[in-house]
């Protein structure tokens, strides 16, 4: 027989942002927000344990934790409407449109119940009868002192650094006109919170809400629990010989179990002495019938035991149950769930118990605010330290709230995260610096990685500087309409050090590089040069602006630079009778004569063309067929360092960053060490931030400067596939300050990989406290300006010459065929 909900509904009203049910018991709900899943250690999974018993035991008697982990099958919503996005931006939006992933949301209710309520059993509660509210629900000073303990409940877990909690209002609880609130939630299952339709609930064959077919799954006697449970277990997926992956202990029925539920977790705080001398009796009684049976032996030890710890470890005893309850669309989809469930109970050593005749009342009393009609012969005696050890501890993982960042993906799922590891981490003070240091072998993903952050960057408006040797951003230069610097015979590298922009100023830092230049030409690398030699350059330098400030009409260059020597420079050092001992001019421009016009390397330093390098926000280096050069090689990085020192100084408040590939090794090699060391020390004052990458931890160990400069102020570390040196991690652990816990994120990199999806993970460790593996998956055409396959490369440029070198409209038809023939 059909019944109208409001008959039986249990809640009176919702008033000061409590809920108080007709049998006048009083709630407060928190919603929870709990540490990201797989980001917590060993020691962290306990501390977080502690700081729950700790919060239980402030809560008075007669009272009831009721934590409720819903896990709701959602999809991506890919956002279209920003005009300004770029074309691969719409791609990646257009790709990750509807991914399925799993949503979380955790509801802590805190239940007191009025003096004198029993708890209620399977055959009885408020489906079957109701009662009048007792007179002590209407005491405003036992509502004060319950909400004094909520208010220590609060606060000892949120001290605990790793779950906060908002108190929800009337308005969360209760529906509006155009929101669905708590209550109506969970009576219909709904699963957006602005959904206003409402089902019926039948309990006749199965749990049925709405159109929703449902199962409940609990854990509510010794029979089904595990033998032993703890803070955390070892996730298998992700563990190794070497390293053991941790867990929550309830994990497996959180956010790991792929499929809409909830998870409810019910703890009864009684009377603590009330209990021990029930137990006592019941004690008494199994000895009294001990000498009849075995089972009654072992029964009044059991029950001996539980009161011997009670007492001599302090322990609080308390009932517990916990059930998980999920639901399918369509009534094929039964099986599907019960072998999740099942299985998820199986990693924490449980056994499930499909309820059928309990349903409706273990059902009924998971509405917020009704804990008190939970059928107490459902529950199980325990400690409160065991209790907790089945508390839901995880969430997903969160986007971060700062405008800055990135795009990668949830490793669970690859839904796209909103990810900064620059800004937000230094306003927290996780980072006192950006600069990142970045370790993978060949073929782990490292240049895919970084092109994937310098278009995110790009798009940022930040200007970036890359030093390469692979032609790794050739195809994202030529995309980004950046300058791309390299040399071959037809088109050697050009550059214009002399040439000052609109804001280019003359500074000590313009003359010292330009200087530098000039001596790195002259002299050799074992080569010294005098004071006088310096002074002299320094004279010449300045007077050769000077020079062109009178004469507009002479273009700065290295040929008017030479010419200037020869016609006016030399006269100057006559009159002012420089010997040739303390500055042979005649030897400094016969060295320098193959720079000049009709010489060797006369196209080196007279570019006529790309000369506004402060303000192009992408520029490329390509130092792969000069990295050997005794003479090109010198200038380049100079010229490399006197860009990047202009960027930093002149452009005040505009992010500035270095990359520097596998060349570093050659700027160790040619002695440019002291820059290295003096550029991330330095470029965080500049909001800058330099990043270096290589591939072998042999170059990490045989470089001081690497290991004492770079590594110690880096502290963001992001490393990538180290499968391969697992058997000798402990060195790397050690160069680079690793935790255990990190140890085991890095080794798990790539362990467990979705087999429909393309994509690899990487590590990322801010300032040794804060880490987390993400998913580095692009769509399609991302992939195609990415790639560093020499195949792909090729092809991606065959169909660029098909739209007259556009790169965009080759990748977009080179992603359609693709598609194609896919």
Not at 704 to 718: E, G, H, R
Request: glycine residues 6%; hydrophobic residues 40%; proline residues 3%.
């Amino acid at each position: 027989m059909e019944k109208v909900i409001d008959e039986l509904y249990p809640i009176m009203d919702v008033e000061h942002d409590c809920i108080l049910s007709k049998k006048g018991d009083m709630t407060i709900v928190y919603r929870a927000d709990l540490p990201e899943v797989f980001s917590l250690s060993d020691t962290e999974y306990e501390s977080v344990h502690q700081a729950l018993v700790k919060a239980i035991k402030v809560l008075p008697k007669h009272s009831i934790l009721c934590k409720q982990d819903w896990f709701v099958e959602a999809k991506y919503e890919a956002d279209f409407s920003k005009e300004d996005a770029s074309f691969l931006s719409r791609s990646s939006e257009r790709f990750f449109n509807e991914r399925p992933y799993l949503d979380h949301s955790c509801y802590i209710m805190l239940t007191k119940l009025p003096k004198g309520r029993k708890f209620t059993t399977s055959l009885f509660s408020n489906l079957l009868r109701r009662t009048i509210v007792p007179e002590e629900t209407l005491d405003s000073k036992i509502l004060q002192e319950f909400l004094d303990s909520c208010g220590q409940f609060k606060r000892i877990l949120e001290d605990s650094g790793f779950v906060h909690l908002t108190r929800m209002g009337n308005e969360d609880l209760m529906s509006q006109a155009t929101k669905v609130g708590l209550l109506e939630k969970y009576l219909c299952l709904n699963e957006r919170n602005t959904d206003l339709l409402v089902g019926d609930i039948s309990f006749d064959e199965s749990l049925r809400v709405g159109d929703k077919y449902c199962q409940l799954y609990t854990l509510g006697d010794i029979e089904s629990l595990p033998g032993k449970c703890s803070s955390r277990i070892n996730y298998e997926k992700y563990s190794s010989d070497r390293t053991k992956f941790s867990i929550g202990f309830a994990s497996p029925l959180g956010q790991l179990l792929p499929c809409n539920h909830i998870y409810s977790q019910y703890i009864f705080i009684e009377d603590a002495a009330k209990t021990m001398k029930q137990l006592e009796s019941k004690k008494l009684r199994l000895q009294s019938l001990s000498a009849y049976s075995r089972e009654n032996a072992i029964a009044r030890d059991a029950v001996n035991d539980f009161l011997n710890e009670a007492i001599i470890q302090q322990r609080l005893p308390v009932k517990a149950h916990f059930n998980v309850l999920a639901w399918t669309d369509g009534k094929d989809g039964l099986k599907d769930l019960r072998n999740q469930v099942t299985s998820a109970l199986t990693q924490m050593d449980a056994a499930a118990k499909l309820e059928t005749v309990g349903a409706p009342q273990i059902f009924w009393a998971g509405i917020p605010g009704n804990a008190g009609d939970f059928p107490i012969n459902d529950t199980f005696d325990t400690f409160a330290e065991q209790a907790t050890c089945f508390l839901n501890l995880e969430t997903g993982s969160r986007s971060s709230q700062s405008p800055f960042g990135i795009r990668l993906g949830d490793r669970l799922t690859g839904k796209p995260l909103h990810v900064d590891i620059s800004d937000e981490p230094m306003k927290k003070g996780i980072i006192t610096n950006r600069n990142k240091f970045i370790l993978g072998p060949s073929g782990s993903g490292k240049s895919f990685l970084t092109n994937h952050f310098q278009r995110s960057y790009h798009e940022q408006e930040t200007h970036a500087v890359i030093v390469d040797v692979g032609h790794s951003y050739k195809g994202l230069c030529e995309l980004l309409n950046g300058y791309y610097f390299t040399y071959s015979e037809d088109n050697p590298i050009r550059f214009n050090p002399f040439y000052l922009g609109e804001e280019d100023l003359l500074d000590t830092e313009k003359k010292e590089s330009i200087k530098t230049m000039l001596l790195a030409l002259w002299k050799k690398d074992d080569e010294k040069f005098t004071r006088a030699e310096y002074v002299a350059l320094s004279n010449a330098i300045t007077g050769f602006f000077d020079f062109l400030e009178q004469h507009p009409e002479v273009f700065p260059c290295f040929d008017s630079f030479y010419e200037f020597l020869k016609d006016h420079y030399i006269g100057v050092l006559q009159a002012e009778n420089v010997k040739d001992r303390d500055f042979d001019i005649n030897n400094f421009m016969y060295v320098l004569r193959p720079y000049y016009k009709g010489g060797e390397f006369d196209y080196l330093l007279n570019a006529t063309e790309n000369l506004d390098l402060l303000h192009e926000r992408f520029i490329v280096f390509e130092l792969d067929n000069i990295k050997d050069h005794p003479i090109l090689f010198p200038v380049v990085t100079i010229i490399i360092m006197q860009v990047f020192i202009s960027k930093m100084r002149i452009l005040k408040g505009i992010r500035k960053t270095i990359l520097i590939e596998e060349a570093w090794k050659a700027l160790m090699k040619e002695g440019f060490a002291e820059y290295i060391k003096y550029l991330f020390k330095t470029v965080r004052k500049f909001f800058g931030e330099a990043i270096v990458v290589t591939q072998d931890i042999e170059d990490i160990i045989s470089s001081p400067i690497v290991k004492q400069a770079i590594i110690n102020n880096s502290d963001c570390k992001i490393l990538l596939d180290q499968s391969k040196y697992q058997n000798k991690f402990e060195l790397i652990q050690e160069l680079l300050a690793l935790t255990d816990k990190q140890k085991a994120m890095v080794l798990s990199v790539n362990k467990a990989n979705d087999p429909t999806k393309t994509y690899k993970e990487v590590f990322i460790g801010l300032g040794g406290t804060h880490s987390a593996v993400y998913r580095i998956e692009v769509s399609l055409e991302e992939y195609l300006a990415y790639t560093t396959e020499q195949t792909e490369k090729v092809t991606l440029m065959e169909y660029a010459e098909r739209f007259g070198g556009d790169i965009r409209k080759g990748i977009m038809a080179m992603a359609d065929d693709l598609r194609i023939r896919a």
